[in-house]
């Protein structure tokens, strides 16, 4: 057992053993599930950085270990912005980015962990906007790691703003081939409309022709509730294969306080269901959803007094299936 500066750490998932890529292997999408190499259902739950333009330094070895060791995360997701200033379609440095990305590959590697290589669509809301950087983006990472069994595609993160299914089937459909005429058979996670919620459009009309996909729900407790958890559910039910890359436990804007009572509603929903999931987010900005505080720029052999109190929540949720923290004696 494990602990976090005095913290003591569970040593495997509600739902089963913790699954990792030395035990587990590639993984896979069977009947509505996601399944390790060997056709049993996995899930994966952890964290997802901020955007590697602003919080890069997040990107280490020791960190991520502590991640796998100390937080029981067994999957990792690097959010690369897109539309942003400084993102990757509005001036960044597009090789010091791809860069990042091929370090948490190798960190996530080490401490045997998943990786997401997210394309963090956001204020471009609609991912045909910059498609072109995207096939470009997305033809180079999995050249690269197409023989890594541990990565894992998300193509778009949150479409909106009136961006609809159709057009992210538009978008899905040309850069899906890209990734599978290197990675042949590698997870691929499609957002959905409406900040990735619409769900219910996927499993109407979903994509076709390709193997291992999944479809991403995003949530947020303070604001999302009864209505969108009956979303998911009735997706689910209906064999869509859903993959929550990101939630919150407050508000969407990632603001206000932390909803205990409807995190819980969320997590055992996610856990019945074995949905893998990831919270938002990894940073010490000035936001609730923040998960360091914004005076202790640490980057590296963090303690519980770095945290805030959402970091010390979701630190519970990953550790011990609670949304309830104990204070450090």
Not at 5 to 31: C, H, I, R, Y
Not at 62 to 87: H, K, P, S
Not at 114 to 126: C, G, K, S
Not at 129 to 140: G, I, M, V, Y
């Amino acid at each position: 057992m494990q602990t976090l500066d005095g913290k003591q750490m569970a040593s495997s998932f509600s739902t089963g053993e913790k699954a990792t890529p030395s035990k587990n292997g590639k993984l896979q999408v069977k009947e509505g599930k996601l399944c390790d190499e060997s056709g049993k259902t996995v899930q994966l739950r952890g964290m997802s950085t901020h955007g590697l333009s602003w919080y890069p330094l997040y990107v280490n070895q020791a960190f991520f270990t502590q991640l796998a060791n100390e937080w029981n995360c067994n999957v990792i997701r690097l959010a690369m912005y897109t539309a942003e200033l400084d993102g990757y379609c509005e001036g960044g440095d597009q090789e010091g980015l791809r860069q990042i990305i091929r370090e948490g590959v190798a960190y996530a590697k080490k401490a045997d962990m998943y990786v997401i290589i997210d394309w963090h669509i956001l204020l471009d809301f609609d991912p045909n906007t910059n498609k072109k950087d995207a096939l470009a983006f997305f033809d180079s990472m999995s050249e690269e790691f197409k023989d890594e069994n541990h990565v894992i595609y998300e193509i778009c993160n949150e479409p909106n703003k009136g961006c609809d299914w159709k057009a992210v089937k538009e978008y899905a459909n040309e850069v899906i081939p890209v990734i599978r005429s290197h990675a042949k058979d590698a997870v691929i996670l499609v957002g959905t409309p409406t900040w990735s919620q619409d769900v219910d459009e996927a499993l109407a009309d979903p994509i076709t022709g390709f193997d291992n996909l999944m479809y991403t729900f995003h949530f947020y407790a303070a604001t999302h509730k009864d209505e969108l958890r009956k979303k998911l559910k009735d997706a689910v039910d209906g064999g869509l294969p859903v993959f929550v890359s990101e939630y919150g436990l407050c508000a969407a804007d990632g603001s206000g306080v932390i909803d205990k009572e409807e995190s819980k509603k969320w997590i055992s929903l996610l856990n019945e269901n074995d949905i893998s999931y990831l919270a938002w987010n990894i940073s010490y900005k000035k936001e609730t959803s923040a998960i360091f505080k914004p005076d202790r720029p640490k980057y590296q052999d963090l303690g519980w007094d770095d945290l805030t109190e959402y970091g010390k929540v979701v630190f519970s949720v990953l550790t011990k299936n609670s949304v309830e923290t104990e204070e450090k004696e």
